[in-house]
């Protein structure tokens, strides 16, 4: 069974940094993608950064040149470091995993992609 557990979020002001942590284990397969999600009240979950097994990394639009994904050479630890944080990136952050041929047919970016969910870390970005 995989786990994902989510470490890091918090509140900060407007232009600060975090840093997110996803410890994941269980994984009977290396085939996989990690990616980080985001779901604000009210809104869709949506895709913020995502891995494949091969190391590419996509981003989404609204974080670019401001957050970066990065993982431990083991593949068990899965960071995102967030910088110039802005108040509309305030959601709930959810660490996820899912095999390469599900994310490979609706994009690396797409929830439905993923079938594995860490319990989520807030994020709080004042003016």
């Known amino acids: 069974e995989v786990q994902l557990v989510e470490t890091g979020g918090g509140s900060v002001q407007a232009g600060g940094s975090l840093t997110l942590s996803c410890v994941a284990s269980g994984f009977t397969d290396k085939d996989y993608c990690m990616a980080w999600f985001r779901q604000a009240p009210g809104k869709e979950r949506e895709g913020v950064a995502s891995?494949?097994?091969?190391?590419?990394?996509n981003y989404a639009d609204s974080v670019k040149g401001r957050f970066t994904l990065s993982q431990d050479n083991a593949r068990n630890t899965l960071y995102l470091q967030m910088n110039n944080l802005k108040p509309e990136d305030t959601a709930m952050y959810y660490c996820?995993?899912?095999?390469?041929?599900?994310?490979?047919?609706?994009?690396?970016?797409?929830?439905?992609?993923?079938?594995?969910w860490g319990q989520g870390t807030q994020v709080t970005v004042s003016p």
């Open positions: 891995i494949g097994s091969a190391g590419s990394i």
């Open positions: 996820a995993a899912g095999p390469t041929s599900a994310t490979l047919i609706v994009g690396p970016l797409q929830p439905a992609g993923y079938s594995d």
